[in-house]
């Protein structure tokens, strides 16, 4: 916390420590990943307050780091998906509240009309 310097980001660190129930090491990526200012500082490019509620803007980043997944540059949806089912709680806890993992992907086949 020592890096945190706003008093706003500070508030925002602690309160999701305890919310999501961060670890150290998950507070530290958070913190170098700028978590607090890409989602409570940051404008999100979003249609959102049409398509859903209110909250929904609350629970979303304005830029999502996807480091962890060893990703500098597009890839393949197919490539993506792999490295973010080997990699999922990582991505979800970069995601933030309001985001979980069931299982892996399940066919969905929708009749024709």
């Not at 998950?26 to 940051?42: A, R, V």
């Not at 979003?46 to 509620?53: I, Q, R, Y």
């Not at 490539?79 to 995601?95: G, H, P, T, Y």
Request: include cysteine; proline fraction near 3%; aromatic fraction near 8%.
């Amino acid at each position: 916390m020592s890096k945190v310097k706003e008093p706003e980001a500070r508030k925002y660190y602690l309160k999701s420590v305890i919310d999501m129930g961060w670890t150290r090491q998950e507070l530290q990526i958070q913190i170098d990943s700028q978590s607090y200012q890409h989602h409570c500082l940051e404008k999100k490019d979003h249609n959102f307050e049409k398509a859903l509620a209110k909250q929904a803007d609350k629970t979303l980043k304005s830029v999502y780091s996807l480091e962890m997944l060893g990703l500098s540059k597009p890839v393949l949806e197919k490539e993506l998906r792999k490295r973010m089912v080997s990699k999922i709680k990582d991505v979800l806890q970069e995601f933030g509240r309001g985001f979980t993992f069931i299982g892996n992907e399940y066919r969905v086949v929708a009749p024709n009309g």
